[in-house]
């Protein structure tokens, strides 16, 4: 008699997955259909093909199933072998549909049903029941008088032997991974979820190693997902993306065409079969797990052989043709061909990962054919062979389905063609920002590292991503780096050796937002930001070095000036050579002539009276508070009432003269200005320069004067014969005196001097010679007697 113990509980802690679903068993029910019963051996014959049932995933009418009880030697209690084909839940089979073998015979022709499925026929119920009298006849009755309810509980127990495989399976890998790597099951067990249709409990993973597996099983009869279209579907997947719910649709298996969900199908299998017990008989299911030709079947109950006697219901592939699902690739970005641990990621059916039904499975890719295995803690299937290619190659999993063909998803395979990695001719590397660089190669998805050293400094990881059309973006980290030498290695697989590509890393290059010249002008004027790295400017016969560089908010403003003249108005173009090598390439703006300012009279009023008069108006000293009148006159355009003069210090600081006592215009073409130095405020003594504004544009920046500040001096007094006292105040304000213009014999006044006098040589031609510090380069005079 076969052997009918209780399979020990995992011992697992109470740190409980809760089940999602209403008829999730509770943690203290007793886990459903743990009792090992009796094997059957089931092979099924179509056309010339023989499989075992473990490849069988549909009968189709036509087929010879043939069906024996696989009994131990020392089975005391006998056993007939019932089977009935059903056509539907409103049509009884004939009576020849209905037959049956006595298991303890030793004839085949006896113990052994072997069956063609007839057509019309849509399920296969096969029965073990104890030998008593009338006992097929009774079988016969209650499946012809109750067709439907034999036909709901053939599919009920047909799923739930179907999900029932996946848990197993999840079970299993889980498993095995407590006693390999405990932290390797934090990486597998969602792709294991994700590949089963599993229900994953993510806190699992967050406990100490010890606890993960038992927490993860704990509860795993209600961890296998619910059908399709449970509207709570998507909200009870954890650790798993929600389209995963398209995937429980698309095997057509036990003829009702969904998975369900586990433990609400064993709930709905009691009541059902309970409906067609009566005092003889009680009718126990059973689950199927299949194993080549041998089914083994899993109780729920122990059976009984006192009244009513147990018969034991074993499930049965549908009838209705083989429906091979529809597998797809996971991803469609391309895969490294040359890897010799290529996975193929595969979504569709779960079923290829807990069944045998998908066999014979190869990737056919360039005239090669390499079998695949399914692993599910992969997530696809795995080539057991190495591949050979060349750049990219198209490639398909092809199989079969049971009996039928499989066509599965294509995949785009890359292999290295050993010319290396290229960076495009304008590949520029800036520092002080992350950049990415674009690389073209044959085989971007076979790279597994990328490094980068910044002159002698030490190597970097680097990010990167392959993209379509053998192009590899590198995220390159310079960030904090220095301009120089930028080393960048590759790892790839199936090379020996990395490859190498030296770049160079430069500062921000300048970025030209406007060129503006003037047609005829030797001036240019750039704006844009980092113009500081601006050496030279080519524009036609132009050649413009930087003058002047000003910044306004975050925007360089640079005026250069040079040899040659702008061209005309046109298809401009600047050649702009910046200090580290580079070229820029601008469009240029041109406009008309600049208008042009030129200094034509000036003089200054001094209030009371000073021992110093300068001389030279064409660039007169202008003492501190005197006033300084001079008339411009301009060209490149009549002037307007809001034409400006702008005067600037040596310092930078500027004054702004606008029209009325300050600008006057005397005609079309002069001004009249008057300027009182406090304008540019109490420090801006030495030279001072001028230019005409109108608009957006101004002249050019022209001498104006020198303010001076003058010490106030006394009359000179001289000795007889060769000496001379100068007396006054700010005597520190000058640098130096002498007798003569070419300043022989010249006496220096200490920085710092506070003396109200000075010994000076007496001039032979009675005028004192003095150089002030606002102004060294000039020379003012003062009468001595």
């Known amino acids: 008699m076969f052997s009918l113990p209780r399979l020990r509980r995992l011992a697992l802690p109470a740190l409980l997955l809760a089940a999602a679903a209403p008829g999730a068993v509770r943690a203290a029910d007793p886990a459903p259909f743990d009792l090992p019963g009796p094997d059957l051996r089931i092979r099924v014959t179509r056309g010339t093909a023989t499989l075992p049932i473990a490849e069988v995933p549909e009968l189709a009418a036509g087929d010879t199933v043939r069906i024996e009880a696989d009994l131990p030697a020392d089975q005391r209690a006998r056993f007939i072998l019932v089977s009935a084909f059903l056509s539907g839940a409103t049509n009884p089979p004939p009576r020849d549909w209905i037959r049956s073998a006595e298991t303890w015979k030793t004839k085949d022709k006896d113990r052994v049903l072997t069956l063609t499925v007839p057509q019309g026929a849509r399920q296969l119920a096969v029965f073990l029941v104890p030998e008593t009298g009338g006992a097929e006849g009774t079988i016969a009755s209650a499946v012809r008088g109750k067709p439907g309810e034999f036909v709901r509980a053939i599919q009920a127990i047909n799923r739930a032997s179907l999900d029932r495989s996946r848990l197993n399976a999840f079970v299993a890998a889980i498993r095995s991974e407590e006693d390999d790597d405990p932290a390797h099951l934090k990486r597998v067990a969602p792709t294991l979820a994700k590949s089963l249709a599993i229900k994953l409990n993510a806190e699992c993973l967050d406990k100490v190693v010890d606890y993960q597996v038992a927490c993860l099983l704990e509860n795993r009869e209600s961890l296998v ?469 109108r608009a957006n544009e101004a002249s050019d920046w022209r001498p104006l004067a020198t303010l001076v500040r003058l010490p106030a001096l006394q009359p000179v007094k001289c000795e007889a014969k060769a000496r001379c006292t100068l007396r006054g105040e700010g005597l520190f304000l000058i640098e130096a005196a002498a007798p003569t213009r070419a300043f022989t014999d010249a006496v220096s006044v200490p920085d710092g001097f506070t003396g109200p006098a000075i010994e000076v040589p007496k001039p032979a031609d009675g005028t004192l010679y003095l150089k002030l510090r606002d102004a060294p380069g000039r020379i003012v005079t003062l009468p001595a007697r």
């Open 225 to 693: 997902l619910t059908d399709v279209h449970s509207s709570s579907l998507a909200e009870t997947i954890a650790g798993a993306p929600t389209n995963l719910a398209l995937q429980l649709s698309y095997t057509r298996e036990a003829g009702f065409g969904y998975y369900s969900q586990y433990i609400a199908v064993v709930r709905d299998i009691a009541r059902l079969f309970g409906a067609f017990s009566n005092p003889q008989f009680r009718y126990l299911p059973a689950l199927g797990l299949r194993g080549g030709d041998r089914m083994s079947l899993l109780l729920d109950t122990a059976p009984s052989f006192a009244k009513p006697r147990s018969v034991i219901v074993a499930p049965m592939p549908a009838i209705g043709g083989d429906s091979p699902p529809r597998l797809r690739a996971a991803t469609d970005a391309p895969l490294c061909g040359a890897d010799p641990t290529l996975t193929l990621p595969v979504e569709g059916a779960p079923l290829i990962y807990s069944t045998d039904f998908a066999r014979e499975m190869a990737l056919v890719a360039g005239g090669q054919r390499v079998p695949l295995r399914p692993r599910a803690d992969h997530g696809g299937y795995v080539v057991t062979a190495p591949l050979t290619g060349t750049g990219t190659v198209e490639s398909r999993i092809e199989g079969r389905w049971g009996f039928e063909p499989l066509t599965g998803p294509a995949f785009r395979l890359q292999f290295p063609d050993g010319k290396g990695w290229t960076a495009p001719e304008d590949a520029t590397l800036v520092v002080g920002r992350d950049n990415t660089l674009v690389l073209r190669g044959a085989a971007p998805a076979c790279i597994t590292g990328a490094t980068m050293r910044v002159g002698d400094g030490p190597a970097r990881d680097v990010t990167f991503k392959p993209q379509g059309d053998g192009r590899l973006a590198l995220t390159l980290p310079l960030t904090e780096a220095k301009a120089g030498r930028v080393s960048i290695e590759l790892r790839e697989t199936g090379m020996a050796k990395p490859t190498t590509l030296t770049l160079r890393a430069y500062r921000e290059a300048s970025r030209i937002e406007a060129v503006t010249v003037h047609t005829g002008d030797t001036a240019a004027e750039l704006t844009g930001q980092r113009l500081d790295l601006v050496e030279r400017v080519e524009i036609g016969d132009l050649r413009a070095t930087p003058q002047a560089l000003t910044r306004e908010a975050k925007t360089d403003r640079l005026t250069l000036t040079g040899t040659g003249t702008a061209p005309a108005a046109g298809n401009a173009t600047a050649r702009i050579l910046l200090s580290d090598g580079r070229t820029l390439t601008v469009p240029v703006t041109v406009r008309p002539p600049r208008i042009a300012a030129a200094l034509i009279d000036g003089s200054v009023r001094v209030e009371g009276s000073s021992p110093l008069t300068p001389l030279e108006t064409g660039e007169p000293l202008l003492p501190a508070g005197a006033t300084l009148r001079f008339a411009v006159r301009a060209s490149g355009g009549d002037l307007a009432p809001t034409d400006t003069i702008e005067i600037a210090g040596p310092a930078g600081q500027t004054a702004r003269l606008t029209a009325g006592p300050q600008l006057q215009l005397q005609g079309k073409d002069v001004l009249v200005a008057a300027l009182d130095p406090a304008a540019l405020g109490p420090s801006a003594f030495g030279p001072l320069r001028y230019r005409l504004a």
